[in-house]
């Protein structure tokens, strides 16, 4: 082979990809024609086939859209819509205040959808090896708690005594196990957690939105890491819309409080600097 060819196949090969196929006159997503996936399959569909490589069965599609739908905002409450619209009044392009908002999705804010999927399958992998399913939730919560703290994600809301969008999402799931579309058994998991949360703190301790959608994506199929990139995709619709509606308001340079409130100071009282030095 010529040294051309040899770099030609070099070249070609310095990224390799199963999920695109694009060339002069052709796109393909996982062998799929665009044009015949347009107009034919919804936005959640198309995310389920770029990350799993095949189309979802029926009822499939439809549940993850249902997830995706239902964490796209929380009002300038939540940091992540804060930080968009702030950051609009800084001058920025929509990308921009975007891309900042998103950035903060981590651990504590964006990434309980992730926790409490890991822990939904480490449960179900615990029965799976012939526990029983209160020994096993019992014995899961204490493993998390012992390697994370005592705060449980996916259950229990800062502003909500109960959660209306858990609550939907679970009647979804529900029948979507009717039809035969999910196992079930990361929903019969999560109620078992709420049992145990409610007996251990002697007062109901509802799944929240978070424990809801890790139940959806859990019953998927998709992996932890998957959950907040799904909860990211979500929020950004939030993000987008909070971020152009500030861009409508106008507004320059605010910050998180109205410049009239200043923050409290409790550093070292005022103090004149030294002449001698």
Not at 10 to 35: C, E, F, K, L, M
Not at 65 to 77: I, N, T
Not at 163 to 179: S, W
Not at 215 to 243: D, K, T
């Amino acid at each position: 082979m010529s040294d051309s060819a040899d770099d030609e196949l070099a070249s070609s090969n310095w990224w390799r990809t199963r999920i695109s196929d694009i060339a002069p006159g052709s796109i393909r997503y996982h062998g799929y024609a665009v044009q015949d996936l347009i107009g034919n399959i919804g936005f959640a569909e198309m995310i389920w086939l770029m990350l799993r490589g095949d189309l979802p069965a029926p009822g499939q599609g439809a549940l993850l859209e249902a997830a995706l739908m239902s964490a796209v905002d929380h009002g300038p409450q939540a940091p992540s819509i804060a930080i968009s619209r702030m950051a609009m009044t800084c001058g920025v392009s929509l990308n921009n205040a975007m891309g900042s908002a998103v950035n903060v999705l981590g651990d504590v804010h964006g990434g309980a959808g992730e926790q409490a999927v890991a822990l939904y399958q480490e449960i179900a992998g615990d029965i799976e090896s012939g526990t029983e399913t209160s020994a096993a939730v019992r014995k899961g919560l204490d493993a998390f708690i012992a390697r994370h703290g005592k705060y449980i994600p996916g259950f229990g809301h800062r502003f909500h005594p109960i959660d209306p969008r858990a609550i939907r999402l679970l009647e979804l799931v529900d029948q979507a196990l009717a039809h035969g579309a999910v196992s079930g058994r990361y929903a019969a998991i999560a109620r078992a957690v709420e049992t145990e949360l409610q007996a251990r703190k002697q007062r109901p301790i509802p799944m929240n939105i978070d424990g809801a959608t890790a139940v959806i994506y859990a019953e998927l199929g998709f992996p932890p890491a998957l959950a907040r990139g799904l909860f990211c995709l979500s929020r950004s619709v939030g993000i987008l819309a909070h971020a152009w509606e500030q861009a409508q308001q106008g507004g320059r340079n605010k910050g998180p409080i109205p410049r009239q409130y200043l923050p409290a100071y409790d550093g070292h009282p005022p103090r004149d600097f030294p002449t001698a030095r």
